[in-house]
């Protein structure tokens, strides 16, 4: 009983070790992190009428603890399930990668008056962040993958959806609220998620599918046989 419950342990933690490849891949945004020989501007008149409201900062900032306990829970209770959400976070964030290398964006920030808790979280926000590699949103990208996957899942409990749901739209709001992101930015993000999940859909269904022709194939020959 000890041995089976270290085994499993033993392969939580290698599953677990996957998570890694995100913060790997994620070097390359630190390099892109700049403006370069210039950037764009996807600012629009609806964008000017949405508010900054500091109190979103606490979303904002939550995306690291909201993902990483969403991996851990998943891994536990969906290992399928979190091979392939690992997996979509990989390509999805090399996609935005290359779009921010071909085709940076920025995204002017107010200024900021005031020194209570919530401003200063917003003025480290802004430091620890250049306002660059805004199109399509990571965070966005990645708060609605993991929603997506919790949504898909037949293991994971129904008030994780919930919680995992009301999360993921919370984040996604705060990048506007924040002043981090316009709204073609959340778009762009959707858009990158959703072809992510609908390519590795295909894949995997291809995958699925190709071992069962040639048994169908060998099928019919002894059906054929045996006729004979």
Request: proline content about 4%; overall charge positive.
């Amino acid at each position: 009983m000890i041995g089976v419950r270290i085994s499993s342990l033993w392969s939580y933690c290698l599953a677990c070790s996957m998570l890694l490849l995100i913060p790997l891949v994620g070097l390359i945004y630190v390099e892109l992190n700049h403006g370069g020989d210039g950037a764009y501007s996807l600012v629009t008149d609806l964008d000017r009428q949405i508010p900054f409201l500091k109190a979103f900062v606490v979303p904002y900032l939550s995306w690291y603890l909201f993902l990483l306990a969403g991996f851990l829970y998943m891994a536990y209770k969906d290992r399928r399930n979190y091979y392939r959400t690992v997996v979509e976070f990989v390509i999805g964030l090399l996609l935005c990668y290359g779009v921010y290398a071909i085709y940076q964006t920025t995204v002017p920030r107010p200024e900021l008056t005031g020194s209570d808790w919530l401003l200063r979280m917003v003025e480290w926000v802004y430091r620890a962040d250049q306002p660059f590699n805004c199109f399509p949103s990571t965070h966005v990208l990645t708060s609605y993958l993991m929603m997506k996957a919790y949504l898909r899942s037949r293991q994971a409990a129904r008030i994780s959806k919930i919680i995992v749901s009301c999360m993921a739209v919370l984040i996604i709001l705060s990048t506007q609220f924040v002043k981090q992101h316009v709204l073609l930015d959340i778009a762009g993000a959707i858009l990158v998620a959703e072809g992510v999940i609908y390519i590795l859909e295909r894949a995997r269904r291809g995958w699925l599918a190709q071992p069962s022709i040639p048994a169908a194939t060998r099928q019919s020959k002894l059906e054929g046989g045996l006729r004979r």
